[in-house]
């Protein structure tokens, strides 16, 4: 019923899974029959050496003192294992911060990038308190600091200055004439 012949005019249907998505499946099959024959691979070579190392023993034959003597070379078979673990171990750790240690001393020796500053507003007496510390508890006056010009003591240097006659009797008196005047003025 509503299955249609293919005519010259139609096409082939499109398939259900895109020609990438069928060449990445591929792919992942045959990743996976690689991880499983490595798989395989580790798990008879573990078994080949485990049969070198341990031979089988046959207990039903031994005596109680023979069982005894295996146990005991077995301990210490296990703690020459366990020392050597320990010292594999602690080799690994100090490795480890060594290389920490070393990251951390590339990343210094590189820089650090440092962020944009950002504009803040600051009062003027957050920033002297910022400047100087504890010393400044009070709001610093500016104003107070300022030196004061009096006004009457310019007015009299000008009045003084003004008087054009005073300036001509210094002007006879300078040079040597004037010091010579002035010296026999004074005898």
């Known amino acids: 019923n509503s299955t249609e012949e293919p005519t010259p005019g139609n096409c082939k ?3 259900k899974i895109s020609a ?3 060449l990445f499946l591929k792919v992942c099959s045959k990743a996976m029959t690689m991880v499983d024959n490595e798989k395989q691979a580790r798990k008879e070579e573990r078994e080949r050496t485990l049969s070198e190392r341990v ?3 046959q207990l039903s034959s ?26 594999i171990d602690s080799k690994v750790k100090k490795n480890t911060t060594e290389i920490q240690d070393l990251s951390q001393k590339i990343i210094g020796l ?7 500053l950002k504009r803040v507003r600051v009062s003027a007496d957050a920033m002297m308190g910022a400047l100087l510390g504890a010393k400044v508890k009070e ?3 500016f104003k107070a600091n300022l030196k004061t010009v009096k006004k009457e003591e310019e007015k009299v240097k000008k009045e003084e200055v003004t008087d054009w006659r005073t300036n001509v009797d210094t002007m006879s008196k300078s040079g040597m004439e004037g010091r ?8």
């Open 180 to 187: 010579k005047k002035l010296f026999n003025a004074g005898q």
């Open 139 to 141: 709001s610093v006056d």
């Open 55 to 57: 031979p089988e023993l």
């Open 62 to 87: 031994m005596s109680l003192q023979d069982l005894q003597n295996i146990c005991k070379e077995l301990v210490q078979k296990i703690d020459v294992v366990d020392e050597e673990r320990y010292d």
């Open 13 to 15: 249907p499109k398939p």
């Open 20 to 22: 990438s998505r069928r």
């Open 110 to 116: 590189k820089g650090k990038k440092r962020p944009a």
